[in-house]
């Protein structure tokens, strides 16, 4: 099968953790034989450096144009200041917009190898296993009115948080099927004690709910989700939210893995103009700064969300569940980076990368 990849590897460690997951990439189309064609594009912060904008025009026609594109990470320091229209990271909501992926899909494990590296009790986080099924082009992020107004005492601030029946129902469908595919259970996150997007938010979800009776549904608020997380994680299968909450809830859910550089994501949902569907795969982490460029960032997250992007893009089950495999043999062997607390030397972003293809075979 022929792979067309673009690859955007951003900012930061962006580049660094790309770099071994390319690495992985060509490994296994190499070992399946699968003509692989890659192209590379600007995104974020070196795109504004480049050329002026955080999503240039060449970049939104390279990602149509591909099977599936695979991200590093967006944002710089330098841009700390600035407007959110001038950021790094407007290329990134840019892109998910432009390609329509409104469904982004964070698996969260513990794995055994990595019960040491949670803060948490090994006990407690043992065996969990969730999917957070975050909307992803919708919600406060991009909703209008925004902006800034006004002077003085009177400067004035507004976002707005907006969903439509059509963006709730999408996405709760792709969270329903996730379920049956697993342990049948959809926990949604809201806010309906307060806000009336929430409200809209778990009345369609419940009436999804019916078309699916095989799956048992729940709801929590999402104050007391971010407590049960870490309280009874292995409570939750998958957990379907809106944009804001599963980004700030995906972060807590790093902490069950064990380090924030383990989770990959994938977002899905679009589809091209010939009707192909279209992949973004990403890993959930940041740019990093502070480690970038020192070749220690850890690149399983980035590795992981190629084993996604060959899974949900391409339908390899066997490639994905090899390169899956890898990463969990690399992780019991201790060869990994210094965010997992290795009992020996902490391995390079580059050795990790090494070690994933050697595990392959
Ligand atoms: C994520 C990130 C992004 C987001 C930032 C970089 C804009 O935190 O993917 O979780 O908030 O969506
Ligand atoms: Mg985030």
Redesign the pocket.
């Known amino acids: 099968m022929d792979l067309n990849i673009l690859v955007l590897p951003g900012d930061g460690i962006g580049t660094e953790v790309t770099r071994e997951a390319v690495r992985v990439l060509r490994h296994v189309a190499g070992k399946w034989n699968h003509p692989l064609h890659i192209a590379e594009g600007l995104l974020g912060g070196i795109a504004i450096h480049r050329t002026g904008s955080p999503f240039p025009e060449e970049t939104a026609r390279l990602a149509a144009d591909a099977d599936a594109t695979l991200l590093g990470a967006?944002?710089l320091p330098e841009f700390d200041n600035c407007p959110p229209e001038k950021r790094p990271?407007k290329g990134?909501?840019g892109i998910r917009k432009a390609l329509g992926v409104f469904a982004n899909l964070r698996p969260v494990r513990a794995f055994a190898a990595l019960l040491d590296s949670s803060p948490l009790k090994n006990a407690l986080v043992e065996g969990t296993d969730m999917i957070i099924v975050r909307e992803l082009t919708g919600g406060i992020y991009y909703g209008t009115p925004r902006g800034i107004s006004g002077s003085g005492p009177e400067t004035r601030a507004v976002n707005t948080m907006t969903y439509t029946r059509a963006e709730i129902e999408r996405v709760s469908h792709v969270a329903f099927r996730l379920a049956r595919g697993r342990r049948r259970k959809v926990t949604s996150v809201d806010k309906s004690n307060v806000l009336e997007n929430s409200q809209l938010w778990r009345r369609v979800v419940t009436e999804i709910a019916v078309e699916y009776p095989d799956v048992a549904l729940d709801h929590l608020l999402v104050d007391n989700c971010a407590m049960q997380l870490i309280l009874n994680p292995r409570r939750f299968d998958v957990v379907l939210t809106e944009n804001m909450f599963g980004?700030i809830l995906?972060d807590e859910g790093a902490v069950l893995a064990g380090s924030i550089g383990m989770l990959p994501s994938a977002s899905l949902g679009g589809r091209k103009p010939s009707g192909a569907w279209v992949g973004l795969y990403e890993p959930?982490h940041?740019s990093a700064p502070d480690i970038a460029g020192q070749n220690k960032a850890n690149p399983l997250g980035a590795i992981g969300s190629v084993a996604a992007m060959l899974e949900y893009s391409f339908g390899l089950k066997e490639e994905a569940a090899s390169v899956n495999a890898a990463i969990e043999a690399v992780l019991g062997s201790g060869r990994v980076t210094a965010d997992l607390r290795p009992s020996g030397a902490p391995a390079t972003t580059e050795q990790v990368g090494e070690a994933v293809c050697a595990a392959i075979g």
């Open positions: 967006v944002g990271e990134l909501l980004d995906s959930v940041g």
